[in-house]
């Protein structure tokens, strides 16, 4: 694992900075888009404002010096955010950008994960991917939309056991009828999905016409769920491979089969346990399947 480059945290004095404004109110729904466009021409920063926050300087207004949105009691309410303009992962036009990008978004969410406070991210999707660029013009992935994350250790009295994000990159527990409590396996199953959607849909940061993998979007949960494991463990056909576009074609080898054996195996474990005589449910271990899904391994195969 020495030498596997690492996210870096440094922050560009010269990014590309994007202004959201945000106008929350209780009638959000029906008035949000008029009262956010009504605000952002009222908003006028002058020269000096504009000129120091590339700077970095950070301002503070009154609510006098800015318009509001409706509170409970009918006052308006205007919150400004400026932040560093973020890219869709699926844009990038070099391969090894990308890999590096997909290392730095599962590195932060494991330690997200494995903090005290047990972040949970159950919401992989293709959208929530992105890169930032910094000066000298490498490329950092970045996880986004923390919206529907859960925050210390699950339990059956929480609410950590819901379903969220996009369907046809779900993991498959997560499609039982009755859903588990989420593990951070789930969310490496999410991940493996997205760079299989990535990987047979866009090529050099295009996105192409392509009916590949049309059968992720079934709505029926049983149907989605045996696709789904015919690909996870490699069984699909045809190959999955061949559904790759060249851009993304070297990825195969060198994550998505060792991804498909590590989870082959752990299906494999799962099943013999099933049969084994007086066998216990709960003693089989399905937080790591039998200790085949683990971080070391998931990372060991991310180094390639």
């Known amino acids: 694992m020495t030498g596997l480059p690492k996210p870096s945290t440094s922050v560009s004095s010269s990014r590309n900075l994007l202004l959201k404004l945000d106008t929350q109110t209780k009638h959000k729904r029906k008035y949000g888009d008029r009262r956010l466009a009504h605000s952002l021409l009222m908003v006028k ?3 000096k404002e504009i000129y120091d926050l590339k700077k970095e300087r950070i301002f503070r207004f009154s609510a006098k010096e800015l318009p509001k949105s409706l509170d409970e009691a009918g006052n308006r309410i205007c919150r400004v955010m400026v932040m560093e303009r973020l890219h869709p992962i699926f844009g990038l036009t070099n391969l090894d950008q990308f890999k590096q990008a997909i290392r730095d978004i599962v590195l932060a969410h494991h330690f997200s994960f494995i903090r005290e406070a047990r972040i949970f991210h159950p919401n992989i999707i293709l959208h929530n991917l992105m890169v930032r660029y910094s000066d000298d013009g490498a490329v950092h992935g970045v996880l986004i939309d923390f919206d ?6 699950p339990t059956s009295e929480g609410h950590h056991g819901r379903r969220t994000g996009t369907r046809r990159f779900m993991a498959i527990d997560l ?3 009755e859903t588990p409590l989420h593990r951070e396996r789930f969310d490496w199953e999410s991940f493996f999905y997205v760079i299989c959607w990535i990987g047979t849909h866009y090529s050099n940061g295009v996105e192409i016409k392509t009916n590949a ?3 992720w979007d079934t709505d029926d949960d049983g149907t ?7 690909v996870l463990v490699g069984l699909i056909r045809p190959d999955l491979a061949t559904l790759f576009t060249d851009f993304y074609k070297p990825l195969f080898l060198s994550w998505i089969t060792p991804i498909q054996t590590m989870f082959r195996d752990a299906d494999a474990a799962k099943g013999q346990f099933r049969v084994t005589k007086n066998a216990n449910p709960k003693d089989f271990d399905d937080e790591t399947l039998g200790g085949h899904v683990i971080w070391d391994k998931l990372w060991d195969i991310l180094a390639q």
């Open 224 to 230: 989605l769920s045996e696709v789904k494991q015919s």
């Open 45 to 47: 920063l002058p020269p």
């Open 175 to 177: 499609l039982e009828k």
């Open 213 to 215: 993998l049309k059968t």
């Open 148 to 153: 529907l994350a859960s925050v210390g250790v």
